[in-house]
């Protein structure tokens, strides 16, 4: 069974930077992908970002510029660093992971964290 763990969020002022961090445990083998999402107060989840075995995808055009993504591959583990936050990025953030095939496809992850909270104060 595959875990993965959120860290990194907090309470940030605008314009500041926080970096989250997504590690996954137990057998991972093939190309898969990793893909942030978020989810604010009363909204429905967001894909923010994916990245594959291979590299990164389209960012969501809200966080593009501002938020980058990184994986390593080795240690299953990936990177969101968000810089010029600004209050809309308010919310609960997760790290889900999937067979690349699937998920490119539009068939969703296998695996979801429990998310971390970023607050972005004004």
């Known amino acids: 069974q595959v875990q993965l763990v959120e860290s990194g969020g907090g309470l940030v002022q605008a314009g500041g930077s926080l970096r989250l961090s997504c590690t996954a445990s137990?057998?991972?083998?093939?190309?898969?992908?990793m893909c942030w999402y978020r989810q604010a107060l009363g909204n429905q989840r967001e894909l923010v970002v994916a990245?594959?075995?291979?590299?990164?995808?389209k960012y969501t055009d809200s966080v593009k510029g501002r938020f980058t993504i990184s994986r390593d591959n080795a240690k299953n583990a990936s990177a969101l660093q968000m810089n010029s936050l600004k209050p809309e990025d308010t919310a609960v953030y997760y790290c889900?992971?999937?067979?690349?095939?699937?998920?490119?496809?539009?068939?969703?992850?296998?695996?979801w964290g429990q998310g971390t909270q970023v607050t972005v104060s004004s």
């Open positions: 889900t992971l999937g067979e690349m095939s699937q998920v490119m496809a539009g068939h969703g992850a296998s695996y």
């Open positions: 137990g057998s991972i083998c093939g190309s898969t992908a």
């Open positions: 990245i594959t075995t291979f590299g990164p995808t």
